[in-house]
């Protein structure tokens, strides 16, 4: 097992792991896509990652609700498991950064990935915005979110993905979970799988939501997140 690398524009975004390969990308998409769950990209605070609201200390728990095309489900998030990142996610998730993103990889008994935003500046904006690394305080078990990583220290940046099924290989990689599904772990199953990995991420750094809902129109997408209590 080791990171996987590829181009310039995405290496820093990549990592492999077993059973097969979290291609954790970070990457631009392009607005303006007749699919609902389109991308707003109007916030300036989106384009500003040391800006004060996107810097703010993360209660020390707290519930994120995510409103998808499959469904809805609940993530809990429990600060003390990994602080930079529950902060890094309770920011992302305040400003909106996450509405719109489609679920573009989806590999059945092992993760669903997401967190492409639909705007290529947006992508620009975060490619260095990377948090501190965590400690692995919990295994990756089933249900459990975690943020994407490359083999280089402090390389998270706004990557996520759902374990769906335990992963305890990927403890020992250093990803680290800060929080887990609570409620709608079916949903999360049933997010749709047919494409399986076959998206191009660097089509979706180049053209984003428009490519995805032109060449892969049934992926299933974030309407919004939001944070509960």
Not at 59 to 78: K, Y
Not at 191 to 203: A, D, R, V
Request: aromatic share 10%.
């Amino acid at each position: 097992m080791k990171i996987v690398h590829t181009k310039t524009v995405t290496a820093r975004f990549l990592a492999s792991c077993l059973p097969a390969v979290i291609s954790l990308v970070a990457v631009g998409c392009g607005t303006g896509s007749s699919k609902g769950g389109d991308v707003d990209s109007t916030n300036p605070v989106l384009l500003d990652p040391k800006a004060e609201a996107m810097t703010e200390t993360a209660p020390d728990q707290f519930r994120v609700r995510l409103e998808t095309s499959s469904g809805n489900f609940v993530v809990e998030v429990d600060r003390d498991l990994a602080p930079h990142g529950a902060d890094r996610f309770y920011n992302l998730v305040n400003n909106g950064f996450y509405d719109g993103c489609r679920f573009f990889r989806v590999v059945p008994n092992f993760i669903v990935q997401w967190g492409m935003h639909g705007d290529p500046k947006l992508v620009r904006t975060w490619y260095n915005a990377s948090v501190l690394d965590d400690p692995v305080h919990i295994s990756n078990e089933r249900g459990t979110i975690t943020f994407a990583k490359t083999n280089a220290p402090h390389s998270r940046t706004v990557q996520l993905f759902i374990n769906l099924k335990d992963n305890p290989n990927l403890d020992g990689l250093k990803f680290a979970p800060f929080g887990r599904v609570v409620e709608g772990m079916d949903v999360v199953d049933a997010i749709n799988p047919e494409y399986g990995e076959q998206p191009s991420q660097e089509m979706i750094a180049g053209d984003g939501n428009e490519y995805l809902n032109s060449e892969f129109p049934n992926l299933d997408y974030i309407k919004q997140a939001v944070v509960i209590d």
